[in-house]
């Protein structure tokens, strides 16, 4: 930790506050952090970014991993181009230490335990929440790292259908087009839409012996609907489905292996007032995600499929004007159906849990939750944490938080079958364990917004080697640092993270995490063009556990602009890696050279 605190306190001033927005646009409000509904940060200690589809359209980012890329306490690894697979990792923590949420339901592979990141459409995407730290006590297993929740798009206010359209190119042959339809008919609202994302793709590898495109194609459908009822209750459906295929290269020359893929998310839920002071919500949802791969011949290889049902029950109770308790209860079934015979194929999780959020004095809040899981695989397991804020008048925050989590073993790690080498899954595994700590100031200013945090996050029983085993214990230091401003028009933000992810067995690096991140965006809008820039610069990081694989660091910077030629229209052209460089994340594995993308807009 020492190491990192003379450059932070150096660098410390110079990070960036992204913006926070609600479904309805409402500034400064955060979904994920509490489960009840929209919250202020300024009543939050939980460290949290939020991207609004202002700021996706902003960006012109066209995947979500490239979104998150540069986020604070946020690092992004990619095994090559579109479609590849996408590693995240949230305060340097495992890439399947991360809950991921579309609309409220669960999402992500049982097999892996990780999410798809890379199979996301952007264009069924409303808005990004990033909550950094352990969030177990709210969300049960997964959350070590911290939650990003998926919303998709929403209905507008206007009783006159909203119309957008939006298509384009670039390199490597790459095409997108979509489109939606939404709006609102008296008391119900609705949004419909449908994408496409195809590119022929670079060479994922850059060994010799794998030098053949690996090409992507993505179609996806998204649907949102409501109603709101007189007496102040409410029920709304959501549907986001993508499908394609993407080529990854194997262990031959120009082999095309392909995987086909389905992503889907499903979700019901209805809210009403009970009693005066007392608010339920109730969602049922499934999400899907299945893989299907092929030989360069194209004869079948293998089959995965995930389904996770979801069902839960939130209870908002206002037992006073500046004090609140939930209570609620989650229930989840994970099913695998897989060409690979698995010792088991489904199990279950249920969950209870409770929220106090209280003021006290008019500028100290607090907030804490405890949860009880049992797990079919493991058995119970009990998670805490407790938050609090104070906001000086000044305009300067001070924060604390504390909290413990866990993540259940994968299908893979407990259920995979044995053969003859001895290898397979463990049933006898122990879930993961964290304990967090936490320490930060806020600023908000009339100039400007910053924040500096800084944690510490022990991880036991952290499984490792094959057959998996509970052998490992990680140590993590961190500090995040953000800081935005405008100036003569000028928006520029700027964030910085240090990171000492350590394995307390061996003193090695944790792999595929870089130790330093620093993202500089700005724009600036002149009359009727905006232009922006964004410059990532990343640390050596390791590849492998040993700490032998060395993969430099690297400096990119990419270039926007939108010229906006009527009320209705607009042209948008961005350039990525502006200085060509060649680098990885991953080892051997290509990241996108210079490369560009134009395309055209239109919304009534």
């Given at each position: 930790m020492?190491k990192i605190i ?7 001033l110079?990070?960036?506050?992204h ?8 500034p400064?409000m955060?979904?994920?952090?509490t489960?009840?509904g929209?919250e202020?940060k300024?009543?939050?200690s939980t ?9 996706i359209?902003?960006?012109q980012v066209?995947?979500l ?5 540069g986020?604070?306490?946020?690092d ?12 995240v990792?949230i305060r340097?923590t ?6 991921v ?7 992500g592979?049982?097999?892996t ?11 069924s995407?409303e808005?990004v929440e ?12 997964e959350?070590?790292?911290g939650?990003?929740?998926i ?5 507008s ?5 909203k119309?957008?359209?939006d298509?384009?190119?670039g ?5 997108r087009s979509?489109?939606?339809?939404s709006g ?6 609705y949004n419909v ?13 850059t060994?010799p012996a794998?030098?053949?495109?690996d090409g992507?194609?993505?179609?996806a459908?998204?649907a ?6 007189d007496?102040?209750?409410d029920?709304e459906?959501?549907?986001?489905r993508s499908?394609?295929?993407?080529q990854?290269?194997?262990w031959s020359?120009?082999s095309?292996?392909?995987k086909e893929?389905v992503n889907q998310v499903?979700a019901?839920s209805g809210?009403?007032?009970?009693m005066k ?5 109730v969602?049922?949802?499934?999400s899907?995600d299945?893989?299907q791969?092929?030989?360069?011949n194209?004869?079948?290889?293998s089959?995965?499929e995930s389904?996770r049902?979801?069902?839960s029950?939130l209870?908002?109770f206002?037992?006073a004007?500046?004090?609140q308790?939930?209570?609620?209860s989650?229930?989840r079934?994970?099913e ?9 194929k489904?199990?279950y ?8 959020h ?10 804490a939750s ?5 797990n079919?695989?493991?058995g ?7 938050g ?5 008048k000044?305009?300067?925050s001070?924060?604390a ?6 993540k259940a073993?994968?299908?893979?790690q407990m259920y995979?079958?044995?053969d003859?080498?001895?290898?397979g ?7 993961e364990?964290?304990?967090?700590y936490?320490a930060?100031l806020?600023?908000d200013h ?6 500096l945090?800084?944690y ?10 094959w ?7 990680a140590q ?11 100036i003569?028009g000028?928006?520029?933000k ?6 000492n992810?350590?394995n307390?067995?061996t003193?090695?690096v944790?792999p595929r ?6 993202a500089?965006?700005?724009s600036?809008?002149f009359?009727?063009v ?5 410059v990532i610069?990343q640390g050596?990081?390791?590849?492998d ?10 400096v990119?910077v ?12 607009m042209l948008?052209?961005k ?6 460089k060649?680098y990885q994340?991953v080892?051997?594995?290509?990241m996108?050279?210079r490369?560009?993308f134009?395309s055209v807009?239109?919304?009534?």
């Amino acid at each position: 930790m020492q190491k990192i605190i003379i450059p932070t306190v150096l660098l410390a001033l110079s990070g960036t506050l992204h913006a926070q927005e609600l479904p309805e646009n409402l500034p400064d409000m955060v979904v994920t952090a509490t489960r009840a509904g929209s919250e202020s940060k300024k009543s939050l200690s939980t460290a949290a970014t939020v991207y609004t589809r202002e700021d996706i359209d902003r960006l012109q980012v066209r995947t979500l991993p490239e979104l998150l890329r540069g986020s604070t306490g946020v690092d992004v690894v990619q095994n090559g181009g579109y479609g590849q697979p996408s590693g995240v990792f949230i305060r340097g923590t495992n890439s399947d230490h991360i809950l991921v949420l579309i609309d409220g339901i669960k999402m992500g592979s049982v097999t892996t335990g990780t999410a798809a990141f890379e199979n996301i459409p952007m264009e069924s995407v409303e808005r990004v929440e990033i909550i950094r730290g352990s969030q177990s006590s709210l969300y049960g297993s997964e959350a070590i790292g911290g939650v990003i929740q998926i919303f998709t798009r929403k209905g507008s206010d206007s009783e006159t259908p909203k119309v957008t359209l939006d298509a384009g190119g670039g390199s490597y042959y790459t095409h997108r087009s979509a489109g939606t339809v939404s709006g609102k008919y008296k008391s119900a609202w609705y949004n419909v839409g449908a994408s496409h994302l195809g590119s022929e793709g670079f060479s994922a590898q850059t060994l010799p012996a794998d030098q053949d495109k690996d090409g992507y194609q993505n179609t996806a459908v998204n649907a949102r609907a409501g109603y709101k009822f007189d007496n102040n209750a409410d029920v709304e459906a959501t549907f986001m489905r993508s499908q394609g295929m993407n080529q990854f290269d194997g262990w031959s020359k120009d082999s095309e292996n392909k995987k086909e893929f389905v992503n889907q998310v499903i979700a019901l839920s209805g809210n009403m007032d009970l009693m005066k002071n007392w608010r339920s919500t109730v969602r049922f949802g499934q999400s899907n995600d299945e893989g299907q791969n092929f030989t360069p011949n194209g004869k079948f290889s293998s089959l995965f499929e995930s389904t996770r049902w979801n069902a839960s029950w939130l209870n908002q109770f206002n037992v006073a004007d500046n004090h609140q308790v939930i209570v609620g209860s989650d229930y989840r079934v994970d099913e695998v159906s897989s060409s690979t015979i698995y010792q088991q194929k489904s199990r279950y999780d249920v969950g209870v849990f409770s929220e106090l959020h209280s003021r006290f004095f008019d500028d100290h809040f607090v907030n804490a939750s405890v949860r009880w899981d049992k797990n079919e695989a493991f058995g119970d397991y009990v998670t805490g944490s407790v938050g609090w804020r104070f906001n000086w008048k000044h305009g300067i925050s001070v924060l604390a938080n504390f909290g413990n989590a866990f993540k259940a073993p994968s299908f893979n790690q407990m259920y995979w079958p044995r053969d003859d080498w001895g290898g397979g899954g463990n049933p006898n595994l122990k879930p993961e364990e964290s304990k967090s700590y936490e320490a930060g100031l806020v600023g908000d200013h009339l100039w400007g917004q910053w924040e500096l945090r800084a944690y510490h996050i022990d991880v036991d029983n952290l499984i490792a080697a094959w057959p998996p085993v509970n052998i490992n214990k990680a140590q993590i230091e961190g500090i995040e640092a953000e800081i935005g401003t405008e100036i003569y028009g000028f928006r520029p933000k700027l964030t910085m993270n240090l990171l000492n992810p350590e394995n307390k067995l061996t003193g090695k690096v944790l792999p595929r995490r870089s130790d330093k991140t620093i993202a500089f965006d700005v724009s600036k809008s002149f009359a009727d063009v905006d232009l922006g820039a964004v410059v990532i610069a990343q640390g050596q990081r390791f590849d492998d556990v040993a700490n032998k694989t060395p993969v430099g660091g690297f400096v990119t910077v990419d270039l926007r602009s939108a010229y906006h030629f009527s009320k209705n229209w607009m042209l948008s052209a961005k350039l990525n890696n502006l200085l060509d460089k060649n680098y990885q994340t991953v080892n051997t594995y290509n990241m996108a050279d210079r490369n560009f993308f134009v395309s055209v807009h239109y919304n009534n």
